[in-house]
């Protein structure tokens, strides 16, 4: 399969720049993955297309400050790193940005905060930092929450939207953005109707900026990410089916943790790493419905889609959804594939 074939004109300003102003209250396109059919809605009635037993599933991962700025020490120049990976105490991969960082550049963050490039691994640099606590501790009083490159003015509301209400375990540099659109009264309205509720945790990494930049898609290979599945997420996700029930996937990095889980019909609790990439002809082990948001052309999101109801019927979603002027990406409306 090649890149272009999952392209399509999307119009710049159709990517949303800052939140809605309510949760609950963004359109929602729904889908029929059979048929090919859509129906346009708001996304609080979503309640409307769930039903007793089924069960949806939510990733519980917080987004952490992980952005710093600061300058190079001895020139001034603007720097900026992006917090990838803990590989040691205060060693940290970052991806920087920054005229001349090499190995033995020195930066200057705010809160007395310095570091140290000890590798030059490229766009990616491993840093030591000297901190007056360990940098984890201190990282609300120097970072940013590191919203997509593709917003350009960020607002104070920006920031404190890209969170799920329901986040809670520290540790991405992205956000499930799927589960941006729930409130905790349209949780109590689905719980009230008898749809049960698992969390899983997927922290997303930088895996998520990544284009894919091979024409053959099939040479695109994912980074690896860490996610947990517990016991109790298991048991209510098994629980549902054997009632009937269906699997309600919020957002791919939730899909992508399932069906890394998911054998002979069924979730077990695991801890580890993944790199799942789903693409069309990929065949679904466990997921029956998913709550997704409009992604950009050829990107990773999108041919999980694709893979979850038809190359010709997400498309075609999506010419739909660019005549009615959807919001799409982050901090854009729903489409809800049944």
């Known amino acids: 399969m090649k890149r272009s074939e999952f392209d ?14 309510r949760r609950g209250l963004s359109r929602m396109m729904v889908v029929d993955k059979i048929t090919g059919k859509v129906a346009d809605r708001v996304f609080r009635e979503i309640t409307e297309f769930l039903q007793e037993n089924d069960v949806i599933v939510l990733n519980d991962v917080k987004v952490i400050p992980a952005r710093l700025k600061g300058e190079k020490k001895g020139t001034g120049g603007k720097v900026e790193v992006l917090l990838l990976k803990e590989k040691g105490a205060n060693v940290w991969e970052v991806l920087a940005k920054g005229r001349k960082l090499k190995e033995g550049s020195g930066i200057i963050f705010p809160g007395e905060v310095k570091g140290y490039v000890v590798q030059d691994l ?83 990494g930088a895996g998520t900026f990544l284009p894919i930049k091979a024409e053959n898609i099939e040479e695109h290979s994912m980074e690896e990410e860490y996610f947990e599945v517990s016991e109790d997420a298991s048991r209510i996700i098994n629980r549902s089916k054997e009632k009937g029930g269906r699997v309600v996937a919020v957002g791919t990095t939730v899909v992508r943790t399932l069906e890394t889980v998911a054998k002979n019909g069924k979730v077990y609790p695991v801890q580890g790493k993944t790199s799942i990439f789903i693409i069309p002809g990929y065949k679904f082990k466990i997921v029956d419905v998913l709550l997704t948001n409009f992604h950009l052309p050829s990107s990773t999101p999108l041919l999980l889609a694709c893979a979850f109801a038809g190359r010709e019927i997400i498309l075609n979603a999506y010419r739909e959804a660019v005549k009615k002027r959807y919001r799409f990406y982050s901090f854009g409306d729903a489409m809800l594939i049944i």
């Open 122 to 204: 490229g766009a990616r640099k491993l840093v030591r930092f000297e901190t007056p606590l360990p940098l984890r501790k201190i990282l609300d009083e120097v970072g940013e929450i590191p919203l997509p490159p593709y917003i350009k003015k960020p607002t104070d509301r920006s920031f404190k939207k890209y969170q799920t209400v329901y986040a809670r375990k520290e540790g991405a540099i992205a956000a499930p953005t799927a589960g941006f659109h729930f409130t905790e009264g349209i949780l109590r309205q689905l719980r009230e109707k008898g749809v049960n509720i698992a969390f899983l945790t997927l922290y997303v």
């Open 8 to 21: 399509f004109y999307l119009p710049p300003e159709l990517i949303a720049q800052e939140p809605p102003a």
